[in-house]
């Protein structure tokens, strides 16, 4: 299972990539605007940027139109900027076609705000490189977000789709582990919820005793 970290600031981006185990980045308007990253040509040299800290890892950059016009003129833009910028599409009639459009010219998208199967399902036919399934707005709301991406990658599986499960929207290590253990292909979070797989308590009292052991009969 690949991990994406899911912000678009540098300091936690470099943070997790020295850690070792990046794989890509996702960011979405929002995540942008909270870094202050504003003004067309700023936001293109960050995503540049993030490109530049993450190697080989893939860096999704969403579109802002909403109209398929504009999302391919955006799409086109983003995916000059670097070979591993992935376009990211919102789950709407235009970003379908557009993602069909992109598929046919090679170029990878990232089909976002996937809340069930069969938004899934379309966005798969039209040849999206990644859905992206939100398992924590479907949790805030009671619906089971990790059942979600039960439900996807049993889809995907029954007809071989080469679409990846992009698990999204993650809040807790534990929604990593389910992911893991349900095979979704990816899941992108927050440094905390990756540094949160780290800790055990039963590891911190190991090691300290382990290390008082070998003071007390090393002096
Ligand atoms: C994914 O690509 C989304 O940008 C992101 O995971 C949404 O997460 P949130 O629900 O915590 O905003």
Known sequence: MKFFIDTANLEQIQEAYDLG????VTTNPSLMAKEGIVGQQNILDHYVKICEIVGDGDVSAEVISTDYEGMIREGEILAELHENIVVKI????DG????KYFSEKDI???????????QALVAAKAGASYVSPFIGRL??????????IEQIVGVYNNYFFETEVLAASIRNPLHIVKCAEIGADVVTCPLSSILG???HPL???G??????DHKKANG
Do not use: Y
């Open 203 to 205: 590891t911190d009292a």
């Open 197 to 199: 797989l780290l800790n």
């Open 21 to 24: 185990v990046l794989d890509g």
């Open 108 to 118: 990878r998208t990232n089909c976002t705000l996937i809340f069930s199967a069969g």
């Open 139 to 148: 949790d805030d709301i009671h619906l089971d977000g990790i059942h979600l």
């Open 207 to 212: 090691l300290a005793k382990f290390l008082a």
């Open 96 to 99: 379908i076609k557009a993602i």
């Open 90 to 93: 919102p789950m709407i009639k």
